[in-house]
Each structure stands twice: as C-alpha cells, then as structure tokens.
C-alpha cells in the first residue's frame, strides 16, 4: 500500500477539479483586469462579482461586505491592525485566546509593540474559552475581541454566538478567524453577532493565495493594504480573477455538500479516534470530545515525538501533521497543546489527522494499525520510554 | 528537506539501544524543542570505544545524526572521538536544512557527556574535554540572519 | 474587424499557456503544503524554491533575497511600512516622487497619519525626477528613498541607477517599484544599487494575485504580513505554489525572450506613436520619448475626455486606458499628467495603449485610422472644441 | 457596468448639437471629473420646449444621461421639465453605476442652468428654479459608506 492517504485537509486541501475548470478560462482568455473599461474587463469583473455573491449568501452576509485579500493569514492581519488603528481614539485594549493562529498572535504582539494592550484569554483542557473571564477583561478601552472559531490543531469550536453576544452586549466589534470552520460548519454572521471574519481559499478544497474578510457594514475600519480603489477601496492590488472564481466555486460546492459530507467525515474520524484511543498505550484525544471540527482528530502519544512519527508515516504513504513546528521554523511545542495544560514532553508527540471526504473507512484502518506500529517503534528508541 | 543518508539513517538507525554496564552514559536535551539524546559508550582498556549505543526523543534530524555519530565515534579512540564534531557529522550525512543544524549538536555534546560520565567514574582527565552543558539551546542563538 | 486588439498590457496581461500548464499540476496533485514533513510537501516547496531561484537570477539576486507577496501593492506596502518601521529610531523622513503609483502613494499617506514625513519630488516635463532635487530633500532623518524604475502611465523610465548611487553615498536604504519594468528592461540590482524591489505576476504573462518584495542581505525590515513562519519568517501565510510556479515560468520566459519581444514591441509601438502625432491633430504624446518602456505609449487629445474614447475603442475592439480614473472610483485625473504639467482639461483627454508581442504592424494602423474616427467624433460632440 | 439602455445612448446620443439663437443656453461643470455639459433650449412662447440640443465632454454616463436627458424634455412643458430629476433619468436609461450618479446630475443640472438663462433673458420668474450652481460637485458627497 504505497498509495496517498492525504490526513492533512486542515493544512491544505487539493483543489476540486471543478474548481480549477472554472478558473481556467479567466488566466488567458477572460483575463482582464476588472476595473478597466471595456467589456473584456466586465466579463472579469462579473465573475468576481459572482464569486462574491456566492460566498456572501454561505455566510447570510451582503456581497458588498465581502473583501477578497490574499489568504487567512492577510484576513487576520488586516482585520487586527486596522481595527487597533481604526478606534484608537476609544482605546487600545484588545481580547483574543492563547489558542489563535499566529496569524492572529503575531500580529497582536506587534500591535504591542505598536503601544496596544493585549489580554490573552485562557482556555480549559479542551480548548473552549470561559466567557466570564472574557466577560471579565472587557474594559471601556477595550476596543475588539477577536476569537477564532474553531481551532485548527485541535478542532475545538468555540461559543461563538455567546461570545457575539457579549460583544455586542458591550458595543465592542468582534471578529473570529473562521478559516478551519468556514465549509464545515453552517456560519450566519447575523444570527452569530460576527462583525469580521477571516477565511482562506485552500482549506475547503480551493486554490491557494485567496481569502477573504468580511466586514460588517458599519464597521468603520480602513484599509490594510493601500493603493487603488478596489474591493470598494478598502484592499487595493488588482483582483486575483482566477482565485476569486476558484474560491467561489469552491465555497458553492462546500456549503452545497456540507451536510452529507461532514457526517461522512465525521463517521470515519469517531472510528478512528476510537480505535487509537482504545489501541494504543498512553495515547489521548485533545480537543472538545464533541464540540469540534468535523474532520479534525488530533492526539498525543506519550514518549514519542511528533516530527519523527510524521516521518514514519511519511513512509507508509500517510500524510499528517503534528503541534510541534520543528521544521515549520519554530523549536517551540504548540502554543494550544500547552494552554490546554499538557507538559512539553507530552505536547511534543502530537498528531493531528484531519480529513476529507475522498478517504474511506479502510484507510482509516490501516492508519490505525501503522500508528500503532511506529509508536511502539518510536517508543523502543524513546530514551523516556525506557525509564 | 532532508538528504538520502539522513532519511536512510532515520529509517534504518545504527547502533540504536542501551548498553548494559556501559563505560560512560550521557544524556543531553535541548530545553527549546524538548529533545533528548542519550548516548552509552563501552569503552577498553586502551580507550578505545568498542561499543556504542543511542536512544533519542527527538526530530528526523536528530535520529540521523545519533545514528551517524555513533557510527563515527565507534572503534576510535577517546582523542578521536572528542574530534569529531557536529559539522562533521552534518558532512557525512550530506548536511542538514539550516533550521536543523541545532539537532546535530545534541550528537555532538552527547558523546562528550558520555565521555565526561566515563572521566569521572575512572577519575581521570580528559584533555580538551569540559564539562557538558546540559542544555545545549544555552549557547545558541535564534538564526535570523536576514 | 470585431477580433480583439488588447493594448492594455500594463493593466494586465494574459497568463501565457506555458505559464497555466506548469500551474496545473500544482492544483490538485501536488498541493501539498510546503511547510509540511511528508514528500507531498516536499515537492511543493521544491517547486517553490525552483521558481524563487529563477526569479533571482533574472535580478542577480541571491534566492534567499527573494519574498513573495500577494502583488505589487502588498510589496510596495511592505517595503514602505517595514522599512517606517524598521528604522524609525534612525528617523522618520521618507522621499519619494509625485508620480509614484497610489499603492506608493497612499501608503505615504497612511505613514504621515502614523507621524512619519513624506517628500514627494517633482518630475519635468517629461516625468523624470530632478537628481538634484533629491539629494537636497536628503535629510539626516531620512529613512527611505523610494522611487519607481519605469512609471506605470506613460512610460518613463528613472535614473535608477544615479539614484541608487546617491542612496548608497547616504546610507540610505533604496526601494523601487519594478512592477511596470521587470520582465521589460534588463535589471540587476547589484548594479543599480536598488536594496528593495516590489514587482508583480500578471504584468509579465503570469498569474494574478502573485508578487514579489526583494530585500537585499542586510536590510533590517521586518514583516508586514504577521503569522506563520513561510518566507523565512518575513511573509506569514501559506505559500501561493501555483501562483509562485506560473510567476516563475513566467519571469523564466520574459528574461529569454527579453530583447527580441522588446524590440520587435518598440518598433510597433514606435510607428503607433509617428503615425497619431503626425496625423490627429491637437494631440501629443505624455511620457520621456526615448527613456521609455518599450511598449508604451500615452496620448492626450484635446478637448475630448478619457472614458467616452476608451468605450468608444472598446466597441471597435480596442482595449487602451486613460489616466482619467473615473472608473476606478476616483475622479479626480491623473495624477502623473498633472505631475508632468498638464492642466487639467487636458489631463482628462488621455490614451494609454500598451502592447505586446502579439501585436501586429496592422492592428496599430487600424488603431490608428480608429482613433482618428473616434477624436473626431467626441471633437464634435464637445463643448470645448466648440468654443 | 453600463446598461444596454446607457450603451444604446452613448452609442447613438440623441439630440446632439447645438441650436442657433437658442432661448436658453445653459452650461454646468464638475470641477472634480473636469466633465463639461451645455444644454441649448428652444421654447416657444407657450412655454413648451420645442427642441433641445447638448453638447459633453464627459464620460460615457455622462453622455448618455445627456441624450436621455434631452429626450425627456422634449415637447415637455418648462414646469413639467423642472420636474425631471437625475433619479428619473437614471432610472429611464436602468440605473448607473454608483461611481457614476453624479454625472446624472449634471443633465440635471444644466436643463436647470438653461431655464435660468431663458428666464433672465425674457426677465421672467420660473417658480420653483434656484440659480444654479456652476459647479455641481460643490453640495456633493464622497460616497463612502462601508
Ligand atoms: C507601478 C505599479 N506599482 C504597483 C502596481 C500594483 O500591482 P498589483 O495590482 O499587482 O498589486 C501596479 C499595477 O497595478 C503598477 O503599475
Ligand atoms: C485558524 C487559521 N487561521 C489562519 C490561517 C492562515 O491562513 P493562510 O495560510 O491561508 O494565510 C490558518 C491556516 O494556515 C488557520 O488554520
Ligand atoms: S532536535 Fe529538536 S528539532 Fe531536531
Ligand atoms: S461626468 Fe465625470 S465621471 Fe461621469
């Protein structure tokens, strides 16, 4: 068996081939630029509309509150710093989770060094906020609260439609970063009370380098990236035509299948966790028990470290990933493992698994049984095992 | 990111396992990324490494350059061993991507640990020899040489 | 003649087909995200690295010297911003020129609200920067130079090279907007004493939504965009694959094919110019006659205004630009013609026909005999020329 | 962006030109666009606009809201013409592009302008028509509201 079983959607997702067929014609043949006047332009210029219109009818939102941006992590970006920068006058005080993206953790360490204050809310050991301490550290100068919607290590979605609540309770604008939730779960911005939200492209089985931001209207916050008068000039640059038709075409087909898939997913994830769970030796399941993405199964194999086992799966054609970031640049173990309240060793040998619909229970099996085998491999070299 | 030796080195480790009674034993972590090396050395009367074993709670890298560097050491003498370094060892395995040039310290300040480990229960001083750290980050700075 | 003649080449470009089908693979069969451990991965990031080290070569840049972004706009934002940023201990002078494109442009004017103090330089009659202005406007607090290598409207080409001298004599750091120029004019930033570059995809035959930010080895700025650790810890964001492969490709074809494509383009775009000035009257042509990008040219027509004379082409099968923005959400006319002197009735009357190798020494005279229909037409519907 | 109706106008503009010894002429600026529109009115003296001409420098709204424009007045009564807003003539060509509203009220404007002009020269009161403004932009707002 040294065919792919790709266990790694929450990282990327192949593109649908549907998707790229709606691209292809928009790279050198409607390949205008959508602000210029003549009518090459317009067919360019309608496709991003429809594009638009697509992903603002998934979320219950207006097409004009949608703000196509390169990715997640410039989604993030902008709806921090213009925020900070946009109700300076009213404070400097900023909420968010110790479990963000770094997307969203970066850019609030440089808001600090921009003179801003940021609380780091705590988690529990499944990684759900507390909404009275988030009640607690809300100030009068507290000008966002930007919590994720679900957590992309460890699947855990979190109360968003309290936490709208609260925040608009306090008249304080609220932006979660949505890019693991957005295509697995149903979103109604309204219903939910999210003034921003932040998705990318490549992780609902669209191209890579495309996101967006919505934004509420009323919302008063300015540009990230300045120049030309696109997107309603809030995000200059000239559209990316061919992402933006992808990403439409690709949020239509996730919102349209998210049922029957997500419970497709959701039947081979609880088989899997169950058996690794019930298989393998100090093993555990971190995250929400129940509250969590559909697709998502992340765990921790104690004595065992998490590069290494990825690499050894690597070699039986399972492609996963794992909390510590060794190669991704940082030494550090992940930032959720810990403040979920795992000691170091322990949140070294992680493995997330997250799915997609194109896996079969099979897989699932003979994932099960290699694990079971490296660890015990692993564990045989472990230094910790042995003591 | 990793070269051929490195992956056949992760793959197929050599000398991989403890040493009942060793000569020397030394173990070494590196607090930043939470890895752990131990080496034990079995070393003769005329101080040379007859036997060298590993056990490493750690990255590809790491497992590579454990394997690598007991395959090195092994059969030398104790003043050659102590010559062989992390870049060394980083050479014979056709190198290592830049962010993972830290684990193949943790090799090379393993052995000196087992040596240093055999000094003391042998009383005797090994020249050139000085007491391991026992977290080898310490030194180390965060590469961002832009 | 309903066929489509496109002379918009400086707003975008058609991606070339060889361009798309280095793309293709990259979609859906080796999408693998590049941060990731297994040999997926590892092919996406040695696609990166392979279209990173093409891009430099065609600067002699070294790989590592190369960051890309979503666009020219995000690389201008970033170098400017960045570099405000980075020394503003230094100072928290900038010098630019009155002609830089808005994404220059309003970025200086997003810096002077955050206290920064911004020069803009003045151009002749022909848009070309005053050597001498600069380095009086050179302050001991000046941080930054930034002035673009070829204007984007009428074609202009800078002294890069003696302002790259001066910057260096003052140990001030020197960014240029390339997007109009690479792939265009040979550059190698060694030479022209340029440490930072911005250029973008779908000005060269590539992709939309790519770019690229050059920063020399030794240029302190830190990210613009904050998150993961992509780019060597300067980009967050998970990398465009497709769109850095097809920007590669793309470079890769512009750089070989550089001369005879340019000189073929001139010698069109040459008998365009000659044949309008000598046969519309009340007409001119804006930008430096000789130091010029090798497929542009820019008219203005007296007493007729931009947009009726683009639709107009537009229904003869035409694709030009006008500086007159109405469109693009300003009104206000072209900030480089009135930068070049002209008064602003006239500034309003402008023609941008940029070209490419497609072209056809048959296509410019039968844009020739177009415009000279078409001006008199809005000549006679005017009530300026009435007067 | 431009409805059939406002490409048919731009394409083949109705009543452009200019009238002889007109009995208003009225021309009004946006000083923003820099566009230009004059509006020659023939009224006969029962106050019934027999014949209108234009004349544009302007974008291709602003020369289709022109053409409607005039259309409109034709054979129209001076109290009946006052009554044609920017939003009628919209409306008559299916819509403008936001960017591209205030052109239509150049049209407006200068019917508005040309009224004046018959009405000082025949030293009469129309009821319900102000001195227009020369430059429109002037009451205007940048529409920005996110
Ligand atoms: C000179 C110049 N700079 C910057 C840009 C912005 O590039 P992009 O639209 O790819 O963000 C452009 C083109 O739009 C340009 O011509
Ligand atoms: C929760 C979350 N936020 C932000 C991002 C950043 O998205 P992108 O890589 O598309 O910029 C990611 C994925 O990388 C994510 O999982
Ligand atoms: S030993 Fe820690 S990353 Fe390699
Ligand atoms: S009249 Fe000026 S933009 Fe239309």
Chains 1, 3 share one sequence.
Not at chain 1, 2 to 12: E, F
Not at chain 1, 56 to 64: C, D, S, Y
Not at chain 1, 140 to 166: H, R, Y
Not at chain 1, 177 to 202: K, T
Request: charged content about 25%; proline content about 4%; hydrophobic content about 40%.
């Amino acid at each position: 068996m040294k065919q792919l079983i790709y266990l790694d959607n929450a990282a990327t997702t192949a593109a649908r081939p549907e998707v790229v067929e709606a691209m292809l014609p928009y790279f050198s043949e409607k390949y205008g630029n959508p602000s210029s006047v003549y009518s090459l332009a317009q067919e360019s210029k309608e496709a991003v509309d429809a594009a638009r219109a697509a992903i603002a009818e998934a979320l219950h939102a207006k097409p004009e509150e949608i703000y196509f941006t390169a990715g997640g992590s410039e989604a993030d970006n902008w709806a921090l710093v213009a925020s900070a920068e946009a109700y300076e006058k009213k404070g400097r005080h900023i909420i968010t989770t110790k479990i963000e993206h770094h997307a969203v953790l970066h850019t609030c360490q440089y808001l600090e060094s921009r003179g801003f204050e940021v609380t780091y809310l705590d988690v529990d050991e499944n990684g759900v906020v507390d909404l009275e301490e988030l009640k607690q550290a809300i100030r009068p100068d507290t000008i966002l609260i930007s919590i994720m919607f679900a957590n992309n290590e460890i699947g855990t979605i979190e109360p968003v439609e309290e936490i709208g609540k609260i925040a608009k309770a306090h008249g304080i604008p609220f932006h979660t970063d949505a890019v693991q939730a957005f295509g697995q779960v149903p979103i109604d911005v309204d219903a939910l009370g999210i003034d921003m939200l932040s998705a990318s492209g490549h992780k609902l089985n669209g191209p890579k380098g495309i996101g967006f931001l919505y934004i509420r209207r009323g919302i008063k916050i300015k540009s990230f990236i300045h120049g030309g008068a696109q997107e309603r000039k809030r995000r200059a640059g000239t559209e990316n035509v061919t992402g933006i038709v992808g990403f439409g075409k690709a949020v239509e087909i996730a919102v349209s299948t998210m049922e029957e898939r997500t419970s497709y997913e959701r039947r081979l994830r609880d088989h899997l966790i169950q058996r690794v769970l019930s298989e393998v030796p100090h093993s555990r399941l971190n995250g929400h028990p129940s509250d969590r993405l559909p697709a998502n199964a992340n765990f921790c194999f104690r004595f065992i470290e998490g590069e290494s086992l990825l690499m050894m799966l690597d070699m039986k054609g399972i492609c996963g990933s794992s909390g510590s970031a060794c190669t991704s640049g940082s030494l550090d173990p992940s930032h959720v493992l810990l403040a979920i309240g795992l000691p170091h060793e322990i949140a070294h040998g992680s493995l997330r698994l997250t799915l997609n619909e194109s896996n079969t229970m099979e897989e699932m099996d003979y994932v099960v049984d290699s694990i079971k085998e490296i660890v015990a491999q692993l564990r045989e070299m472990s230094p910790l095992y042995a003591d | 990111m990793y070269s051929e030796k490195v992956m056949d080195h992760f793959q197929h480790p050599r000398n991989m396992g403890e040493i009942e009674n060793a000569s020397g034993v030394g173990t070494v972590g590196n607090a930043k990324c939470g890895d752990i090396m131990r080496i034990f050395l079995d070393i003769d009367d005329n101080g040379i490494i007859r036997d060298v074993k590993f056990k490493t709670f750690g990255c590809g890298a790491a497992v590579a350059t454990s394997s690598m560097a007991t395959e090195m050491v092994k059969g030398k003498s104790i003043q050659e061993a102590l010559k062989i370094t992390n870049k060394a060892v980083m050479e014979a395995l056709d190198g290592l991507p830049p962010v993972k040039v830290h684990c193949s310290l943790l090799a090379e300040e393993a052995i000196h640990a087992a040596l240093w480990d055999y000094a003391e229960k042998n009383g005797i001083v090994i020249e050139g020899l000085k007491k391991p750290k026992n977290d080898i980050h310490e030194g180390e700075d965060e590469e961002e040489d832009y």
